[in-house]
């Protein structure tokens, strides 16, 4: 059974930093698509960053705009994790933060779309005070 947990969430002030982390089990996503999508109250559920490994030595990401240059996304393939190191949070970085996976994608394509992704978490809070 696939399953994605996800943790480090939590409670901090605006210009702080938080870690994500995604553990992955049942299967190996060494070289699939994954990403962490957010959802607001009120709000749809978007895409902040995804990553995919193209089997040597290259990593490709996709970001958000709102969060170019403040988050990063890694991977550690030997552990089935992947990561988002959150930096300089706002309140507006406030969501339920996802991990996914998606498979059947080769080569550097990046899903962007929640249904391009076959694979959940059940969320973790993030909440930014000012």
């Known amino acids: 059974q696939v399953q994605l947990e996800e943790s480090g969430g939590g409670l901090v002030q605006a210009g702080e930093s938080l870690r994500l982390s995604c553990a992955a089990s049942g299967r190996s996503f060494s070289t699939s698509p994954m990403g962490w999508f957010r959802q607001a109250p009120g709000k749809e559920q978007e895409v902040v960053a995804a990553?995919?490994?193209?089997?040597?030595?290259?990593?490709?990401?996709y970001y958000l705009d709102a969060v170019k240059a403040r988050f990063i996304i890694s991977k550690d393939n030997a552990k089935n994790m992947v990561y988002l190191q959150m930096n300089n949070l706002q309140p507006e970085d406030t969501s339920v933060y996802y991990c996914?996976?998606?498979?059947?994608?080769?080569?550097?394509?990046?899903?962007?779309?929640?249904?391009?992704?076959?694979?959940w978490g059940r969320g973790t809070q993030v909440t930014v005070s000012s």
């Open positions: 996914a996976a998606a498979t059947g994608y080769s080569g550097t394509y990046l899903p962007k779309r929640r249904v391009e992704y076959h694979y």
């Open positions: 990553i995919i490994w193209n089997g040597g030595s290259t990593y490709y990401t």
